[in-house]
């Protein structure tokens, strides 16, 4: 499948009092045409210096990038993609109708296709009833559907989206998430910074992890996520008979005479099955539990953080 982003080795270095940084650490990730790619990380990941360095805001200390095969900073490339930024600001006395025809201008569209594209649009993010209303009166995901639209004017092929459901109530997270949904289906390729885990484990074909400007985690979500958990519940479990099923990687709690086995699914459950009723326990329950994005993103910065205080110490 062709490649809509791809980085070697980018990096992006800042002088410091005490020497330098890089904030981002020879970056290589690529992201094909037509899939969500979700980019995460803790704050100060690097997530937005990288967007900056793809969009040629800021250019890289060394390393490469293309965006849908040709280098960063071709300006053939701009009039193919769109940038939401995290805080986007607009004239507040001006109507979403207004803004859209503002920057429709920009994009050098005539009057007539303007008019039209900025009607679609509005229809499109499902505010055609509040186009004559100033941006001050919309609400936090009004001003984020208005922004998608804009994102929109030039039809990009490539999306970049930074936090695009940071402080929304649930029915806007729904509506901004159909929307992005809507966009790869319609054959665009979305690239979404974000801190909205469950948002990107719904939405996203594939995600990187960055801690500290390095790549810990790429690839597809449902390869990543492999490896959940059993949870089996029990009782009248004989002390004597606790002690063999404690296995590598498998977690055994007594909570009130009730016996709490936790284990990987990889294990499976007919051999704890068995070895209770054995024993002369009764089983409760048995759940699985799949991982999760937020389990994923936890173990990867943690286990991240501890191997960069290792290597400081030495």
Known sequence: ??????????????????????????????????????????????K??????????????????????????????????????????YYEHMTGMEILNFYAKLF?????????????????????????KTISQYSKGMQQRIGLAQSLLNDPVLLFLDEPTAGLDPIAHVEI???????????????????????VERICDRVAILNKGKVEQQGKL???????????????????????????????????GRLIIDAPDSAGSDGFLDAIRTAGGRVISVIPRRKRLEDLFVETVTRATERIKREDAR
């Open 1 to 46: 499948m062709p490649t809509a982003i791809k980085t070697e080795n980018l990096t992006k270095t800042y002088r410091t009092r005490s020497g330098s940084v890089n904030v981002v650490d020879n970056l290589n990730i690529e992201v094909e045409e037509g899939e969500i790619y979700g980019f995460l990380g803790p704050n100060g990941a690097g």
């Open 48 to 89: 937005t210096s990288t967007i900056k360095m793809l969009l040629g805001i800021s250019y890289p200390s060394s390393g490469q990038a293309w965006l849908l095969g040709k280098e960063v900073g071709d300006m053939e490339i701009h009039r193919k993609i769109s940038y939401l930024p995290e805080k986007p600001y």
């Open 108 to 132: 050098n569209i005539g009057p007539a296709e303007r008019a039209a594209k900025a009607t679609a649009l509005l229809e499109k993010v499902n505010l055609a009833s509040d186009g004559a």
């Open 177 to 199: 998430r159909d929307l992005i949904l809507q966009m790869r289906d319609e054959g665009k390729t979305v690239f979404i910074s974000s801190h909205e885990l469950s948002d």
């Open 222 to 256: 449902d390869d990543l996520l492999k490896g959940g958990r059993i949870e089996i519940q029990a009782e009248g479990v004989p002390d004597g008979a606790v002690d063999s099923l404690r296995t590598d990687g498998v977690i055994v709690s007594n909570h009130g």
